[in-house]
């Protein structure tokens, strides 16, 4: 499948979302014993890491695992937490910004052409 090089940063976010779905339903799937949690893991994990797969034919593989894991992370965590599993402190907070912050920058770096990019 190719993808436009214009849709792989957005195909990359979408994967890291589907990528905090995927962790929230293994947690929800209680050890794969319930049926509908397992599905909805079964089929994100999937997406999720297809949609990696995509993004990386033009985005440095370094970076976009950071990128897919560290917001599939922040993401995770923000709706554990309004979900009511965990609490939410004021240091967590800062260190999830943080995280967003470096990916931000991660991002500002592959718009401004890092030489020898993945073939297209």
């Known amino acids: 499948m190719r993808l436009p090089r214009s ?3 957005p195909v990359l976010l979408v994967s890291a979302g589907l990528e905090a779905v995927w962790a929230n339903a293994l947690s929800a799937s209680n050890g794969f014993t319930h049926l509908p949690a397992t599905v909805v893991f079964l089929l994100t ?3 999720s890491t297809v949609g990696l797969g995509l993004a990386m034919r033009h ?3 370094g970076t ?3 990128v897919w894991t560290s917001l599939g992370a922040v ?3 923000t709706y554990s937490t309004l ?3 965990e609490q939410m402190s004021w240091p967590k907070a800062l260190f ?3 995280i967003i912050a470096c990916v931000v920058g991660l991002k500002r770096m592959d ?3 890092e030489a020898g990019q993945n073939p297209a």
């Open 7 to 9: 849709w792989a940063w």
């Open 83 to 85: 979900a009511g599993h």
């Open 111 to 113: 718009t401004h052409g």
């Open 64 to 66: 976009a695992y950071a």
């Open 75 to 77: 993401l995770t965590v």
């Open 45 to 47: 994990v999937v997406a």
């Open 59 to 61: 985005v440095r593989t």
């Open 96 to 98: 999830l910004a943080g």
